[in-house]
Nanobody, 127 residues
Framework: QLQLVESGGGLVQPGGSLRLSCVTS????????IGWFRQAPGKEREGVSC????????YYVDSVKGRFTISRDNAQNTVYLQMNSLKPEDTALYYC????????????????????WGQGTQVTVSS
């Protein structure tokens, strides 16, 4: 059974850092693109970043460029989201999601593209 489990969220002061992990199981990780998404109360789910299955293509929403970095460890079936210089507006529930892709160099941060989701990890940026 395909599973994605996020961890690493928490409370951090503005300017701080967190590293989120998405540990996956139950599917051939090497053939799946992984995306990170977030949803704040009262707002729609927003795509944050994605990594193609071969890790060669990544994408970031403009608001996190230069601050967030996505990476994947195919040997550990895990994707990470390193978040630096955090801002209060980054506060949200963060999800990872997966989809099998025909092209190993493709990903997108459109939520509707993904068909498997984790339960989320809360990130709160506040002083």
């Amino acid at each position: 059974q395909l599973q994605l489990v996020e961890s690493g969220g928490g409370l951090v002061q503005p300017g701080g850092s967190l590293r989120l992990s998405c540990v996956t199981s139950g599917f051939p990780f090497d053939y799946y693109a992984i995306g990170w998404f977030r949803q704040a109360p009262g707002k729609e789910r927003e795509g944050v970043s994605c990594s193609s299955s071969n890790g060669g293509t990544t994408y970031y929403v403009d608001s996190v460029k230069g601050r967030f970095t996505i990476s994947r460890d195919n040997a550990q079936n895990t994707v990470y989201l390193q978040m630096n210089s955090l801002k209060p507006e980054d506060t949200a529930l963060y999800y990872c999601a997966a989809v099998r892709t025909g092209s190993r160099s493709m990903c997108t941060i459109r939520p509707t593209w993904y068909d498997s989701w984790g339960q989320g990890t809360q990130v709160t940026v506040s002083s």
